[in-house]
Nanobody, 124 residues
Framework: VQLQASGGGLVQAGGSLRLSCAAS????????MGWFRQGPGKEREFVAA????????YYADSVKDRFTISRDNGNDTVYLQMNMLKPEDTAVYYC??????????????????WGQGTQVTVSS
């Protein structure tokens, strides 16, 4: 499975960005897609995840009510709509694909495939 992330950029605090992650294979191989991020000097952390079938979602508390993950099954693409961005959201954002769905979907170790990162910078 190959993943292609895009949509990062520079935005002012309070602004919005939408990230996209296109997958080369979907339900035949993976059950879920997730977004993680890695800020300067920090470990990679979970942001949001969505199940291909049914669209169930998980969110990190830090982004709940500001970010929305969605999927387009027809195009094997997952999106992350990020609103009310804050400087602390600055990070490289990575999309991942998992052959697992459950409460451990927030765990980075459950992801089998990764795309390249896309930089998101939020200025104050």
């Amino acid at each position: 499975v190959q993943l292609q992330a895009s949509g990062g950029g520079l935005v002012q605090a309070g602004g919005s960005l939408r990230l996209s992650c296109a997958a080369s294979a979907r339900t035949s191989v993976t059950y879920a897609m997730g977004w993680f991020r890695q800020g300067p000097g920090k470990e990679r952390e979970f942001v949001a995840a969505i199940r291909w079938s049914g669209g169930m979602t998980y969110y990190a508390d830090s982004v709940k009510d500001r970010f929305t993950i969605s999927r387009d099954n027809g195009n094997d693409t997952v999106y992350l709509q990020m609103n009310m961005l804050k400087p602390e959201d600055t990070a490289v954002y990575y999309c991942g694909a998992s052959r697992f769905w459950g409460t451990q979907t927030t765990n980075i170790g459950r992801y089998d495939y990764w795309g390249q990162g896309t930089q998101v910078t939020v200025s104050s």
